[in-house]
C-alpha cells in the first residue's frame, strides 16, 4: 500500500523550507521564477498564451449584458459562460500554483468587471482564508490591455509577509462581526498597517491574457479611474486548495474559536469541497450551506 503524501502545513513560497523544496523540486526556470516571485514580492505574473486571449473575448461578449447601469461586477459568470469558467480553471495556473503551495488548487468563485473598481486597500486573508493558514490565492486576469487612467490594480510587494490582521486586530471585539464592522473598523486600520510598514506601491499595468497572482494577504485594491471613458475588463478568480477548513474571517473570531465554514464550489471539477479538519468533513454553517446547494440548482451569476 502506497503511502499517504504529507500536504505541507505552510505554502511552500511561505515556509522556511523553500530553498530545500526547489532543490528537491527541479522546477523548471518559469516555474521556478513563479514560487520565488510569490515568496519574495507576494505576487506573480503568468502570461496565459494565444488560446486564453482568444477566450478573453468571449468572457467579455458572454458577460457584456450583465453591466447595466449601476452594475459594477458580476459574480459566478462561469455558471453561464465557458469560456470564464476555461479561464477560471486554467491548466497552466492549477499547475504553477499547486507546485507554489504544494496542495491541488481548486477555483471556486468568479468576478467580471468592466471598469476599474476603486475597491479599498485590503488583504483577501480578510474576505477567504483557511486553516492551516494562507492556502487561499487570488487571480485577476487582464481581459484587454490595462492602461494608467482605467484605475489599475495597485499593490504592495512584499506585504503578504505582514501579521494576517483579525476581525480582533482591528478592534472589532465581537462573537459575530459583519460587513459593517469591516468598513468601519478594518479597512482604516489595514490601511494603518501598510503605512506604517514603509512598503511602496505598484500598479498592474499588464497586457490582455496575463494573470497577475497573489498571495492571500498581499495589500491591493483598485487605484483611482483617471480616465472616465476607459474601461478594464477582468476576470478574478479566488482560488482555495485541497483538504482545508474554508471561512469567512469578515464574519469569524477565530481567536474565539469561532469560525464562519464556507462550501465552496470547485469549479474546474464540478460540485463543491467540504471543509476537512486533520481529515475529517466539517460541517459548514447553516446559511452559506444553503447558499450554496440553491445556487447549485439556480446556476445564475449575480449581477450587482
Known amino acids: 500500500m502506497t ?7 505552510v505554502p511552500w513560497f ?18 521556478d521564477a513563479f514560487v520565488r516571485s510569490l515568496a519574495r514580492d507576494g505576487y506573480a505574473l503568468i502570461d496565459l498564451g494565444d488560446e486564453a486571449r482568444a477566450l478573453c473575448d468571449r468572457a467579455v461578449t458572454d458577460t457584456e ?3 447595466r447601469p449601476g452594475v459594477a461586477r458580476v459574480q459566478d459568470a462561469w455558471f453561464r459562460s465557458k469560456a470564464v469558467r476555461r479561464l477560471a480553471a486554467w491548466p497552466k495556473v492549477a499547475c504553477l500554483l499547486a507546485t507554489a503551495y504544494g496542495r491541488r488548487p481548486f477555483a471556486f468563485q468568479t468576478l467580471n468587471f468592466r471598469r476599474g473598481s476603486e475597491q479599498a486597500v485590503h488583504p483577501d486573508s480578510i474576505h477567504f482564508h483557511s486553516e492551516p493558514a494562507r492556502f487561499m490565492c487570488g487571480v485577476w486576469i487582464a481581459l484587454e490591455d490595462v492602461g494608467p487612467g482605467s484605475g489599475p490594480l495597485v499593490y504592495y510587494p512584499g506585504s503578504h509577509r505582514l501579521p494576517v490582521m483579525t476581525m480582533r486586530d482591528a478592534g472589532v471585539n465581537t462573537a459575530r462581526p459583519g460587513p459593517e464592522h469591516y468598513e468601519r473598523d478594518f479597512v482604516p486600520r489595514f490601511r494603518q498597517r501598510v503605512e506604517a510598514s514603509g512598503l511602496a506601491p505598484a500598479h498592474a499595468l499588464i497586457p490582455k491574457g496575463w494573470a497577475f497572482v497573489w498571495a492571500a494577504n498581499l495589500a491591493y485594491g483598485g487605484s483611482a479611474v483617471t480616465d472616465p471613458a476607459s474601461t478594464r ?18 464574519k469569524s473570531d477565530p481567536e474565539g474559536g469561532k469560525l464562519w465554514l464556507r462550501l465552496p464550489f470547485d469549479i474546474g471539477r464540478g460540485g463543491w469541497v467540504w471543509p476537512r479538519r486533520s481529515g475529517r468533513r466539517a460541517m459548514p454553517n447553516l446559511k452559506p450551506l444553503i447558499d450554496t446547494l440553491s445556487r447549485s440548482v439556480l446556476r445564475r451569476p449575480i449581477a450587482g
Open 14 to 31: 511561505e515556509g522556511d523550507e523553500l530553498e530545500a523544496y526547489l532543490a528537491a523540486a527541479g522546477l523548471d526556470g518559469e516555474a
Open 3 to 9: 503511502a499517504a503524501r504529507a500536504l505541507p502545513a
Open 233 to 250: 475588463r477582468s476576470l478574478v478568480v479566488h482560488n482555495l486548495f485541497e483538504d482545508c477548513l474554508y471561512f469567512t474571517p469578515m
Open 65 to 67: 449584458t450583465y453591466f
